[in-house]
């Protein structure tokens, strides 16, 4: 790396939300990561990260996975080690989609939604979904190679009206 510029390194991904109703069906949120190439940095992601799943090389893990939003404060985390992907790698989205086992169930439907993406003790981005209460997924942050000053990220909030599997194939193509 050239330049006093680091970009950003090694960053957590974590989600929260409050469980459902007694009686109702559980709420289930899932963060999302897609990787994309250089050569298709909006295509089909060639990495998909969520639940049960980690990126082929190590540096992509979700590393705690809640089905129902209980615990405190935040209930999925996902680690992001943007320093240490291959060169070929030029974007990673990362997004939360809902299940919808139990019904239609869109952000707005969920309280006390919110993530936060962290490198280190410092807040990227802290955000709670009220910009997309109708979305069933949604975008959250992109990542972006930075020539040889590392990684950069920016806020990418869009809301898409799309189960989980259909999200996976759109995550790459949000563009604001």
Do not use: C
């Not at 019904?103 to 709670?128: K, P």
């Not at 959250?140 to 990418?156: I, N, Q, S």
């Amino acid at each position: 790396m050239s330049g006093l510029n680091k970009g950003v390194g090694r960053v957590e991904v974590t989600l929260k939300w409050d469980p459902a109703r007694i009686g109702a069906p559980a709420h289930d949120l899932d963060l999302v990561a897609g990787v994309f190439t250089t050569d298709d940095p909006h295509g089909a992601p060639v990495h998909l990260v969520h639940f049960g799943s980690r990126s082929p090389d190590g540096t992509i893990t979700l590393h705690r996975d809640s089905r129902t939003g209980q615990g405190f404060g935040y209930d999925e985390a996902m680690t992001l080690e943007l320093n240490r992907l291959a060169p070929t790698y030029a974007r990673v989205v990362v997004g939360v989609a809902i299940q919808q086992s139990g019904g239609r169930l869109a952000f707005g439907d969920i309280a006390n939604t919110g993530i936060r993406v962290r490198e280190g003790y410092t807040d990227l981005l802290v955000h709670d979904f009220t910009d997309v209460p109708d979305a069933l997924s949604a975008t959250v942050v992109e990542f972006t190679r930075d020539g040889a000053d590392g990684w950069a990220y920016r806020p990418l909030l869009h809301g898409f009206d799309a189960d989980p599997q259909t999200f996976a194939t759109l995550l790459g193509s949000a563009r604001a």
